[in-house]
């Protein structure tokens, strides 16, 4: 099984600004919608923000809309999330995926990054 290759993380104070990367095959990369999760401690996974192929239809979960911006370069086989405005309650390990099959919430996660500390301090 295929795990993507993530980097981009670290420590950055309330306020500040992160980008994350996620690298894939170019088999799977051009074949897949792309997403990012995030675990905080003690909490689970969530869904963070996700972009279909073409990069035209992106999704965002409520608590970084406006803050977060996700985009992809086909040339490239790279997802990218650019974090603004950081918050401590952004502190958790960021997941890269890549899915198959994308419906509305539906996220099938073929694929997965080995995850990233982000850690946000006030």
């Known amino acids: 099984q295929e795990q993507l290759v993530q980097t981009g993380g670290g420590l950055v104070q309330a306020g500040g600004s992160l980008r994350l990367s996620c690298a894939a095959s170019?088999?799977?990369?051009?074949?897949?919608?792309l997403g990012w999760f995030r675990q905080a401690p003690g909490k689970e996974r969530e869904f963070v923000t996700a972009?279909?192929?073409?990069?035209?239809?992106?999704y965002y979960a409520d608590s970084v809309k406006g803050r977060f911006a996700i985009s992809r370069d086909n040339t490239k086989n790279t997802v990218y999330l650019q974090m603004n405005s950081l918050d401590p309650e952004d502190t958790a390990v960021y997941f890269c995926?890549?899915?198959?099959?994308?419906?509305?919430?539906?996220?099938?996660?073929?694929?997965w990054g080995q995850g990233t500390q982000v850690t946000v301090s006030s």
């Open positions: 995926s890549a899915a198959s099959q994308w419906y509305g919430v539906s996220w099938s996660g073929d694929y």
């Open positions: 170019e088999r799977t990369f051009s074949n897949s919608a």
């Open positions: 972009i279909s192929w073409s990069g035209a239809s992106t």
